[in-house]
């Protein structure tokens, strides 16, 4: 079935620095998807991405959609101590909704 | 618009007792998923619904877990009988007809089995 890889899997940055997760499939991706869940809370959908090279910003979010559709970014400029949580990507093709084991950040004060 | 409702929030039980959940989706949402979420973990589908009917339930444990959506709006997750490592969050989503779209997570409920 479809797998995706998220790495890394643990971010601590202190406040103000920048933080990148990735998504990486084997196989080409009809979309992605990107979610956000808090400590303790649920996951809360981010962005939708669909096409080749798509890049998407949602203020200090940056998501980016690579040309083969094989693989995506999330960066988050100059992190802020409510960015704290596990940012999962989803992707799915034939199959269902499929999320990434997601990249737990932390950010220092 | 309201959100997801899930009940009970926690739960703790004892391993090879019963345990049931309950779902109710946004209203006017056809599509309604369970997740299991093991701690440090993803989410992980076991079931889907669209309406009333089973569209995957692929990965659904079926010789303990079990689920309903009889009248196409709430659904219930039943594990019967429980085993330690069912200890997990248990979400549930919904979303309209459209394909592919983003999903809407409930709370969750927090199972515990000792």
């Known amino acids: 079935g479809q797998q995706v890889m998220q790495i890394p899997q643990y971010q601590h940055v202190q406040e103000g620095e920048d933080f990148t997760t990735y998504c990486n499939s084997s196989t080409t991706l009809s979309n992605i998807q990107w979610y956000k869940q808090r400590p303790g809370g649920h996951p809360v959908f981010l962005i939708q991405l669909v096409k080749s090279g798509e890049v998407k910003k949602q203020k200090r979010l940056t998501f980016q959609f690579g040309e083969a559709k094989k693989n995506s970014s999330l960066h988050i400029t100059a992190t802020q101590t409510t960015d704290v949580g596990t940012y999962f990507c989803?992707?799915?093709?034939?199959?269902?909704?499929?999320f990434g084991k997601g990249t737990r950040l932390s950010v220092i004060a | 618009e309201a959100g997801v409702a899930q009940s009970p929030r926690y739960k703790i039980i004892e391993k090879r007792q019963s345990v049931a959940f309950w779902c109710n989706p946004i209203s006017g949402h056809a599509t309604l998923y369970w997740y299991q979420q093991i701690l440090g973990q993803g989410p992980k589908l076991l079931i889907q619904f669209q309406n009333n009917g089973v569209v995957d339930d692929s990965q659904l444990p079926k010789d303990r877990f079990s689920a309903e959506r009889l009248k196409g709006v709430d659904s219930t997750l039943k594990i019967q009988p429980a085993k330690l490592e069912d200890s997990a969050v248990y979400l549930c989503?919904?979303?309209?007809?459209?394909?592919?779209?983003?999903?809407?997570f409930g709370p969750g409920t927090r199972l515990l089995v000792l």
């Open positions: 989503a919904s979303n309209s007809d459209l394909a592919q779209e983003t999903q809407y």
């Open positions: 989803a992707v799915s093709g034939n199959t269902p909704l499929v």
